[in-house]
Structures are given as C-alpha cells and as structure tokens.
C-alpha cells in the first residue's frame, strides 16, 4: 500500500506492505542508521522513535498506523538544540546508556521532558520547576526500554537535571 | 513536495534467510526444495568452493549440514530471493526429514589439571574439618535484539563484505577458505556494533561466508539481516575445602566441567582462564584443579563477555565467604588475616596490602560490619518477617583482581599488532583493525597526545580496509587492557627516532606475551572490591538491591569518567544478569571510588567487578534466606528451593 507520513521532517511516500512493522520500515526501507533493534514485538525497548512528539515503540506500530503521523528518529533529533539538554545531563552525573540502548533512552527522556515541561505551561499550570514530578509516570516511560545498563535511580536524576536544563534555556530566551 | 522512496534501499541487492534444524541429536535423511523461480538462490553444501569449516584457533565447526545433526538451529541451507516476505514464504515450504540418531551426547575431552602443594599432606592437619559444595552457572536468558546486516557484493572480481565484526581477519579468512576466493581479493568494511556478550565474534564470519557463497552464485549482491546471540557455556564447580577452626584453608580440591554445547571452541584458552579464576587469592597450602570440557547437542558456546574467568572467581569468593561463616570469623577480617602476597599462583597481582586497604574502605563507606552484625542477630528472632522468611536483608563483601586479554600459555593466538606513523606536520596516523571508536579509542589518542606531545586533532585511524593490518579480536577487554600497552611502546619508539630520523617515522608493535614469571598465567595491576545490601521481597520473591558501594584500585586511570562509567555500567548489567532486581527508591545508590596510584597502565576492571558483584550478590541472598545458594542465576525458583531446604 501507499503511505504517506513524514520522517526527519521529510515528507515521504512509501510503497510498502500494510501490516510492515515501522522499525523495519525505517531500517529495511529507508536504512535509518539510529536504528538496529528488531525483537519481533517483544518490547526491547531499542526501536524507540518519536510518533506525533511521544514516545514509542516502532515495532508495534504497523505501517497503517503512521499514515499523515509525523515520526522523529535519533538521526534527525541529535542535530536538535534540545539534544544538547540530555547531553549535559549525561556529563553532569557522569553516566550514560549503553550503545545498544543509547538512542532508544535520550528518545524517551526527551519524551518525558516535552511531557512535564511543555504541556503544563500551555495549560497556564505552573512551570514544571514548580511542580513535583509524577515519578511513577517517569518510571513507566523508562520502562518501556529494558536494557540493562542503567539503573532506575540513575535515570530519574537525568531527567530531573535535563529537565532542569531545559527549562533554565526557556527563561533564557523569554527573557 | 512529497519524495518518492522505492521499496529497497537497492534495487537487485538479494535478501537470505537461513533455512535451519528443528531438532537436535539426529541424521538428515532427505530435504524437498519447492520449486523456485529464476529469482531465487539456493545455497547449500554443494555450493561451497572451499571447505566446509569455519576455524577458530585450532578448532573448527562446520557451516552447513547435510547429513548429521548436531543441535537444534544448525544451518543447513540458505535461501536468496527478492525480499525478506518472499523468502519466508520460500523456507516454509522446505521440507527436511530426520531420522534417529543416538549416542551423541556427553563426547568429553581430557580434563585440564592446575595444581600446586600436596592435597595429602595439607589435609592430615589434626582437627581439619571438611566442606563440600557444588555450584552451578547455567544458561543466562539474555535478549539480543540488535538486527545486523551483513552483505556481500562482487565488484570487478573483488568480493566486499559489509558487516558488524569483532574480528574483522577472521571474516576474510573464513570467506576465503569457504568460498574459495582469493584472500587478497575479499575486502571486509565494518560497522559499529555493541557486543557485551561477545556476540560478534565468530557468528558474524559464519553469516559473511553464507552470504558471499549466495553473492557468488547469483551474480549479484547479497545481504541477511540476523539478530546474533550468543550462548553461555554451562559450568559445573564442585570444591571440597580442608580447613581449621582458626579459620585458616589448608587445601583444596576444585573439580569443574563445562558444556560448551555442540563444539568444542577455545576450550585451552577457557581452561587457563577458568583455572585463573578457581585459584583463590588467599593463603593455601595446596589446592588440585581439574578442568573437564564436554560436548552435548546445544547450541556452541564458548566467549560470553568474557571466558569463564568472572565465573569462576564470582565462585571462589562466594564459597570462601561460606567457609568465613563456618569458621566463625566476619568475611572482612578474614580476608584481612588470610590476603598473603603469593596467594594466587595463576595471576601476578599487585601488593596485597593495597586490597586490603580497599577492602577496609569499601567496608567503612558501606557501614558492613554492622549491617552484617544486625542482619545476622534479627535472622535469629522469634518474630517472623513473612511465613517463608525470618528476616530478609543481607549484606556481604567481596573482591578480586582484574585480568585482560590472552593468558600467557595461549600460544596459538598470532600476535596481533599496531602500527603507529608519525607523518611530516606532526601528523599521527593508527593503523588497527580495532574498532576506531568509542571511550577506548579516546584512551588510545589520550595516551599518543602525552607521549608525542601533539593535538587530539591530528591523530586519525585508517578506514582504508585493505591497508589495516590485524589487531586480533576485540574481546577480554584487549581494548583497554593490551591495546594502551602496546601504542605506548611504539610511541616511545618512535620518541627515541623522532629529531634524529627524518619523518615519517613508522613503528609496529607486535602484542606483548603475558609476563609468565612464577608461571603465573596473568598479570593484573587492578584491585576491585565490593560491599552489597539486599532485601528479599517477602510477597514477589525477588532479591531487591538496596545499595552497592565500589572501591577500584589501578595503578594510573586513564580517565577516571570513563572509568566510572564502565564500573556503573558492570555493576548495573551483573546485578541484573545475576537475577538482582534494583531498587527505584532515592535512597538506593551505587557509590564507586577510585583510587589511583603510579604510572603503570592499568589491565581491565570489568571482568573483576562482575566476579564482585556476582560474589558478592550469591553471599547476600544468602545471608538473607540463611541457606545455601548455589545455583546461578538467582532466580524464583532457586529462591524457592532455597528456602524450601533450609525448611
């Protein structure tokens, strides 16, 4: 079947099959270099990318699914200013994800800071610095990657620091 | 504008699939291929030009089968064809009959004896005591989702592969010797991989040779997109101990057998490294090790991370915390009385007395003593935690030291090399065939920028693969451990020529032999020690990692974020693997110091913290249970036939 939908902000129009898993869409089709998972829908949690700015697993989303959806994969999201937020909150605590795990993890992080930070100042709530993060909810998104390298404790201070970075470059540029 | 993607990256490239066995144990009588058309490739035994062997050292497996079967997921043919759908369409319908075949399993080789002291005189001590234990290390259930693709083209005659590798040489080898292609016309181009278990070792040469034979036959390029595993060697340790009451061990006798499935791989290297990890640091007066290697119809296993060594050591120390236990003594003062300098006669260490430094840190950061003393009392109450369980917490402390690379009585290992160029402008080129990426690589500029006094900028590796020479495989940490060794020696050649010569200076360093003085099999500079507390939740039964606290001892830490890192990342990847579940709450933490003295390049820490942890994780469980564990990975089951036991 035709599909058309847009990857890396390129909008595209792809031949494929209709029930053709977008991982291997990205891999196979389009030969995404960010993504090498393929567990056969058995959640690994490395095929991470960005459908319609949440997180989510490429290799559950048949190719349908993602007709008119804007997807975002690492390539195009490590060339982002926003990458630069997790970068830095890697090097402030001095650890970071595996290589197997290292695309599908920042994907995720940068899911939960647009989450916590962006969709409650556009709903007139208080600034995200303000509000006590919902870590059970922090917890569930990380656990959609089951890679073992990382401890939970580890990556809720990342994404408390990045969250941090992230909001102190908003007021940078409000102000 | 919308841009129009055909449904392949490139049109004509053939995708394979690998028709495999179903059963293991048994003879192929007869295989019934559909009828394909002019699309499709078959390739099979018939096919291949050379041998049908894939060598590693001095051992072999074969590539295809057409007759006996040695275990279930043997190859057997492989199918090429236009797209992937198609082929599995294809490989369904390809029927293949066995037939019964018995007698196959348990063919054994003959064992590997390491001994020193005599067993008879050492146990006729008066009021010698006894302890006899087996542990087991089975089968770990790591997911392997990482999908590679390795493709083969013939260009003008010259055959290219393209694949994720760890030992680039061995591909070409192996592609020549199947295909029987000229060496010198195979050009092997590698991709970055991720392999913590070793994976890309000898599958990706394997999957190379298959895909070059369907290149060949179709004229056209080939590729086959596989997810690689690979398969943990079983081992089996049954130790019998002669102690006193005073604490002291007077001899031991270690009996080990590994399954490493159908073939039989590295297993002398594996022997050396098992027998490394099966000495005990502490002071002995004679210990008798024999090593057994036997075959059954599983998958191959032999390289999981490492060759046995973490394993091997994770049990000495475990069952050393045991005897601790039974001798009355707390696990820290004795090894704080029994460390001697000359305790390990398989690895050269450093002085004991930097360990034991260490280990009083780690123990003074992790409150152990106490913890140990408390959780030892409450396990003893009347008052019940949980029907199952009197008191569920554990802690415990061990250590060992950190080895890299091949052993020193590895003599069909050719020894690999580096160049290094100082080209005019102060330009520094690497030639390796060791992966040019990653924190390793930053420790190899790290060490060309201090010892020639240049820019990071100005030192690049070679990528031109016919030019590369062989660095042998990347696996026993050689990166870290061997590889700054060696470009520090040719730096200091090329310092001794550099203002005398005229550039370009060029210096190869062929890998140093480990140091075999005292017949020691390894050298090791690192110390790692470990404190652990864990609790056993009493409704999921599952051991929940309170806290681990790091002390890592090396003589120069190259950088000390990378370091930390890797140490996190060990810890965190055994602590999982050994079946450890960590904890979410804040005040769970893994604290790791570094400690670093001298100049000396320091061997690799990650096979030393998973021995450690590993311990350390085995003698927590329990204290906590107030049982014996012995089989590996602590899972539900073994929780429950531990405390079943003690019951």
């Known amino acids: 079947m035709k599909i058309e939908c847009n990857i890396d902000g390129k909008a595209l129009s792809l031949s494929v099959n209709s029930n053709k898993p977008l991982s291997l869409i990205l891999m196979e089709d389009l030969g995404n270099q960010s993504l090498t998972s393929y567990c056969r829908g058995n959640a690994c949690g490395n095929c991470i990318v960005m459908v319609n700015d949440e997180a989510a697993l490429s290799c559950l989303i048949p190719a349908f699914r993602i007709r008119g959806a804007k997807i975002r994969t690492f390539e195009s999201y490590q060339r982002s200013r926003q990458y630069r937020d997790i970068e830095r909150a890697y090097k402030a605590t001095g650890t970071k994800p595996c290589p197997a795990c290292y695309n599908a993890r920042t994907l995720i992080i940068e899911s939960i800071l647009q989450d916590q930070s962006g969709a409650k100042q556009q709903n007139g709530a208080p600034a995200a610095k303000d509000v006590k993060l919902d870590k059970e909810k922090i917890i569930r998104e990380l656990s959609l990657n089951t890679c073992q390298c990382m401890d939970m404790a580890e990556l809720i201070q990342i994404v408390e620091i990045a969250l941090g970075y992230r909001n102190r470059r908003r007021r940078v540029r409000r102000s | ?647």
Not at chain 2, 561 to 566: A, Q
Not at chain 2, 572 to 580: C, F, I, M, P, S
């Open chain 2, 1 to 647: 504008m919308t841009e129009k993607r055909p449904p392949t990256p490139k049109l004509g490239t053939l995708t394979g699939l690998i028709v495999r066995t179903t059963v293991a144990g048994a003879k192929i009588r007869h295989i019934t291929l559909p009828t394909l058309d002019n699309r499709f490739t078959v390739v099979g035994t018939r096919d291949i030009g050379g041998t049908n062997r894939v060598k590693a050292m001095v051992n072999s497996m074969p590539l295809f089968t057409s007759s006996a079967v040695s275990y279930k997921g043997q190859p057997v043919l492989a199918i090429f064809g236009p797209d992937s759908e198609s082929i599995e369409l294809a490989a369904r319908e390809v029927v293949i009959e066995y037939e019964a075949e018995e007698g196959q399993e348990g063919g054994g080789a003959t064992p590997y004896t390491w001994a020193f002291g005599s067993l008879e005189e050492a146990t006729a001590v008066e009021g010698v005591q006894s302890i006899e234990r087996t542990y087991r290390y089975g089968k770990l259930d790591t997911v392997n989702s990482t999908l590679s693709r390795i493709s083969a083209q013939l260009i003008g005659g010259d055959l290219h592969i393209t694949l994720p590798t760890q030992w680039p040489h061995h591909v070409r080898e192996t592609v020549a010797e199947v295909t029987g292609h000229p060496k010198k016309r195979i050009f092997v181009h590698c991709e970055s991989f991720h392999a913590p278990h070793d994976e890309m070792l000898l599958t990706p040469s394997l999957l190379a040779a298959v895909a070059a034979l369907g290149s060949l036959k179709s004229g056209t390029a080939a590729q086959l997109f596989c997810v690689i595993s690979s398969r943990r060697p079983e081992l089996t340790i049954k130790r019998k101990s002669w102690y006193t009451a005073d604490g002291r061990v007077h001899g031991e006798r270690i009996e080990a057998e590994v399954d490493q499935g159908a073939a039989l791989l590295f297993s002398d290297e594996m022997a050396n490294h098992l027998a490394a990890g099966l000495t005990p640091i502490y002071d002995l007066e004679a210990l008798s090790i024999s090593i057994t290697f036997t075959t059954s119809a599983k998958e191959p296993a032999h390289f999981h991370g490492d060759l046995g060594y973490s394993d091997a050591q994770a049990c000495t120390e475990a069952h050393y915390n045991t005897i601790t236990k039974l001798t009355g003594y707390n696990p820290l003062t004795w090894r704080l009385k029994f460390l001697t300098d000359g305790g390990n006669h398989a690895i050269k260490t450093e002085k004991s007395a930097k360990l034991k430094e260490i280990l009083e840190d780690v123990s003074e950061r992790s409150g152990f003593l106490r913890k140990r003393a408390a959780y030892e009392m409450q396990a003893h109450m009347k008052v019940k935690l949980s029907t199952f369980l009197n008191y569920s917490r554990g802690a415990a402390i061990a250590c060992a030291p950190g080895i890299s690379g091949f052993s020193s009585e590895c003599r069909q290992m050719v020894q690999q090399a580096v160049q290094i160029t100082l080209n005019p402008n102060n330009k520094v080129e690497v030639n390796t065939s060791l992966p040019a990426s990653g924190s390793s690589a930053e420790v190899w500029k790290q060490i060309i920028k201090e010892e020639l006094a240049i820019d990071r900028g100005d030192i690049t590796f070679i990528e031109d693969c016919s030019r590369v020479i062989d660095s042998g495989p990347v696996v026993l940490s050689v990166a870290i451990g061997r590889m700054p060794q060696q470009i520090k020696r040719a730096c200091a050649l090329i310092k001794e020529k550099r203002f005398v010569q005229p550039l370009p200076i060029c210096e190869s360093v062929l890998s140093p032999r480990q140091s075999s003085a005292g017949g020691a099999l390894f050298t090791s500079n690192t110390w790692v020690a470990i404190a652990l507390e864990l609790q056993i939740d009493a409704i999921l039964l599952q051991p929940v990692i309170r806290s681990v606290w790091a002390t890592i001892a090396m003589s120069k830490a190259p950088n000390e974020e990378i370091v930390r890192n890797k140490a996190h990342q060990s810890i965190v990847r055994a602590l999982r693997e050994a079946g450890g579940v960590l904890s979410y709450t804040s005040n769970f933490t893994i604290d790791i110091k570094i400690v670093s003295e001298g100049e000396q390049l320091p061997s690799s820490i990650s096979s030393a913290v998973r021995a450690a942890v590993n311990s350390a994780f085995q003698s927590a469980v329990e204290q906590a249970l107030g049982s014996a564990v012995t089989r590996f990975p602590i899972d539900g089951n073994v929780l429950l036939s531990a405390i079943r036991g003690k019951s």
